[in-house]
């Protein structure tokens, strides 16, 4: 069983940054986080493979957010920096993982395991 626990997010002016992170228990593949705002469809915003390392980013974050991953005393957790805030990047975000790494790494449906979610709020 994959557990995810989500920590971080909060308020920031436009322009400037906030962290998210994600304790990951259990043996995951691929890592993801996903942003959902109300009314709308779950939006893959960035991929980590656990293992390689490899990432892949939605264009509209491209050069401003950063996914990476830790594992430190057995605990792995997974982030996303985020700098540049935008207004519109205000939504709950969500952290996602799964035992495998689907080709679309962007659809929800490639992820079994998901976090609680967590506000990020950026005012103009």
């Known amino acids: 069983q994959v557990q995810l626990v989500e920590s971080g997010g909060g308020s920031v002016q436009a322009g400037g940054s906030l962290r998210l992170s994600c304790a990951v228990s259990?043996?995951?593949?691929?890592m993801a986080w996903f942003r959902q705002a109300a009314g709308k469809e779950r939006e893959g915003v960035a991929r980590?493979?656990?293992?390689?390392?490899?990432?892949?980013?939605a264009d509209s974050v491209k050069g401003r957010f950063t996914i990476s991953r830790t594992n430190a005393e057995n605990t792995l957790t997974l982030s996303l920096q985020m700098y540049s805030l935008k207004p519109e990047d205000t939504t709950m975000y969500y952290c996602?993982?799964?035992?495998?790494?689907?080709?679309?790494?962007?659809?929800?449906?490639?992820?079994?395991?998901w976090g609680q979610g967590t506000q990020v709020t950026v005012s103009s």
């Open positions: 980590i493979a656990t293992r390689s390392g490899s990432t892949f980013y």
């Open positions: 996602a993982a799964d035992r495998g790494c689907a080709v679309n790494w962007a659809e929800e449906y490639g992820y079994r395991y």
């Open positions: 259990g043996i995951t593949y691929c």
